[in-house]
């Protein structure tokens, strides 16, 4: 077993900054490269940034075991396209698979994967899980989150067309990794669409392991006071260890955070270790 895991963040809303040959670039989206059990790309951003940011690190991308996605939004997926055929291997490619529904902005806008579920299969080797897998002893896909609690994940204004017919998206296909360690789990969340609360909760039924102590990634408050209010206490009750709010948080629930639990802000081009 890996002593250690590693995170490198390869894609997020702001950057690093950088020194002469070390000026990590940022972009809307999210990839991290985990670095445990197994070698996860999570994520790719919405273009080849992420491939990029990796060459700054040393990373080398051809080293993954494992490509998993947090859903099927183009800011988290899009950057796929930057692996090109005969450059990288034909990766393992784990996903959820209501990624593909022809899902939309509320104006009308493609909001999706940048392929159809066919073309991702000839490029990757698919493998599609609603459910909860298990790609190493210590780590987990939590697959489809419940949606428990009564302040997360309750309202949309995406759609999505099934065969013609106009239906809201809550993303369901939303989900995250959960990495066991001696300190408790480390969680992993691309954009919580499903409500970074209800993923926590959720990992912890899914590895039977209680005691949570890290949590990263995009937490999706973006402006809705109650659910920040909710979440923070959240938080409070259950003093977790390390916070990194990331991608998707609005500077106010940044501010919060800051305020009530002192967090630092990663950005691309940061990287850091938990002992497993």
């Not at 700054?56 to 055929?85: C, P, Q, R, Y």
């Not at 080797?125 to 790609?135: A, D």
């Not at 639990?261 to 990663?266: A, H, P, W």
Request: proline share 3%; hydrophobic share 40%.
């Amino acid at each position: 077993m890996n002593p250690h895991i590693t995170i490198s963040i390869l894609c997020e809303d702001q950057a690093k900054m950088g020194y002469k040959d070390k000026i990590f670039s940022a972009q809307h989206g999210f990839s991290v490269f985990i670095d445990a059990e197994k070698k996860i790309l999570f994520d790719s951003g919405p273009t080849g940034v992420f491939a990029d940011n990796a060459k700054l690190f040393g990373i080398d991308l051809k080293t993954a075991d494992m490509i998993v996605l947090s859903h099927g939004h183009w800011d988290h997926t899009n950057g796929l396209e930057a692996l090109k055929e005969g450059d990288f291997p034909r990766f393992p490619l784990l996903v959820h698979p209501g990624a593909f529904v022809d899902r939309r902005k509320a104006t009308g806008e493609y909001n999706g994967i940048f392929c159809s579920k066919e073309a991702l299969a000839e490029k990757f080797e698919l493998i599609l899980s609603k459910g909860p897998y298990r790609i190493s002893d210590a780590i987990y896909f939590l697959g489809e989150i419940p949606r428990l609690n009564d302040f997360e994940a309750k309202t949309t204004s995406f759609f999505y067309f099934d065969h013609g017919e106009k239906v809201q998206d809550f993303i369901l296909d939303d989900t995250a990794l959960a990495v066991k360690t001696a300190k408790g789990l480390v969680i992993v969340a691309g954009c919580s669409h499903s409500g970074i609360c209800n993923i926590i909760e959720y990992a912890r039924q899914v590895t039977h392991e209680e005691k949570v102590h890290a949590v990263l990634g995009g937490f999706h408050l973006l402006g809705d006071q109650a659910q920040l209010n909710r979440t923070i206490d959240f938080f409070q009750r259950n003093r977790i260890e390390n916070l990194y709010p990331m991608h998707c948080t609005d500077l106010p629930s940044l501010s919060k955070f800051y305020n009530n639990f002192g967090v630092k802000k990663l950005c691309a081009g940061d990287s850091f270790s938990f002992g497993m």
